[in-house]
């Protein structure tokens, strides 16, 4: 028997305080489909009714900025749902107040170095050539000697060896840990945004070539699907996407100079066309980027897509 609908069992896990206010978004990205639905109180989702295959799963919450848990799942036409475990990193939520150090007693220290005073102003006073007697001379050098280990008390008590403030050192260290956090989160954010302009602005590219050449059929329906692997691959690693959007860009390329070959005497003005240009500027940019292992290299790779464009991303739409 067979089933035409998939369905998910999504657990989240680890931090269960983060399930109240939890919402987990699944996006098919081949329909463009998206479901928004918020998990029971033990972390536990159960969505039905599903078409199979691969679908994007992000988990958000209000407290925290970024995703808490992106990932992508397969989901079959079988009557039991694919199950999913989600992690939930309680770090996440981590804000603890600053230490509270108890203050120090100095009673002690002022104790002492009241007595100290009154011990070295009870010899005092001598009068020019008086002499000064054994007793008087080892009061004097008791007090000093009180006053020196009440002076090495204090600055132990008010100043601790190794570091004035460690409460305050501990929270520093958990804050400059929570903006490493949001910085990552917030430059995926930003490369992930990136990267679906990028793709809709290259699929808006493909098919003015498509047009201009007139190409329809199988061979339009393998190029796009060249263009649909990029925005499935969108979540990936910038090691990942840069080698797709690489092999996309020469392998396309080569596929401009197929459909020219094609237009026989109308070659020359095929590649002369100012949409066939701008795309092969684009396949250009993306096979001469390469391989790139950092977010600003994948970024200088728009850039130069950027320069061949000269007009905004952002216009017009299919």
């Keep these: 028997m067979a089933f035409a609908k998939s369905s998910l069992n999504i657990k989240l896990q680890n931090y269960p305080p983060a399930n109240r206010d939890a919402v987990v978004t699944l996006t098919n990205p081949l329909t463009g489909q998206t479901l928004e639905r918020k998990p029971f109180l033990d972390g536990t989702l159960l969505v039905r009714d599903l078409d199979p295959g691969q679908w994007e799963i992000a988990v958000k919450h209000p407290n925290v900025v970024g995703p808490l848990y992106t990932g992508i799942v397969n989901t079959l036409p079988v009557p039991l749902p694919t199950f999913v475990p989600v992690p939930i990193r309680p770090d996440d939520f981590r804000d603890t107040p600053i230490r509270d150090l108890p203050d120090a007693d100095l009673g002690p220290v002022q104790q002492t170095v009241s007595a100290a005073r009154t011990t070295a102003a009870a010899v005092g006073g001598k009068a020019p050539g008086e002499a000064i007697r054994a007793t008087d001379w080892n009061q004097l050098v008791g007090a000093v000697s009180d006053l020196a280990g009440a002076v090495l008390e204090l600055t132990s008590l008010v100043s601790p060896r190794g570091h ?90 080569a596929e401009v100079q197929v459909i020219a070959q094609a237009q026989g005497a109308g070659a020359g003005g095929f590649l002369d066309n100012d949409d066939v240009k701008t795309f092969v500027g684009l396949t250009d940019a993306f096979a001469s980027g390469g391989r790139v292992l950092t977010a600003e290299q994948e970024l200088d790779t728009y850039r130069r897509t950027s320069l061949v464009q000269r007009t905004s991303k952002f216009a017009g739409g299919v």
């Design 164 to 253: 004035d403030h460690p409460e305050i050192a501990a929270k520093i260290d958990e804050v400059q840990g929570n903006l490493r956090k949001f910085i990552a989160s917030f430059g995926n954010s930003v490369l992930e945004l990136r990267r679906d302009v990028e793709s809709q602005n290259f699929r808006r590219a493909t098919i003015k070539m498509l047009d201009a050449g007139a190409v329809v059929g199988p061979e339009r329906e393998r190029i796009l699907k060249r263009v649909d692997d990029l925005e499935i691959a969108r979540q990936g690693t910038v090691l990942e996407y840069s080698s797709k959007l690489a092999d996309a860009g020469a392998v396309l390329a």
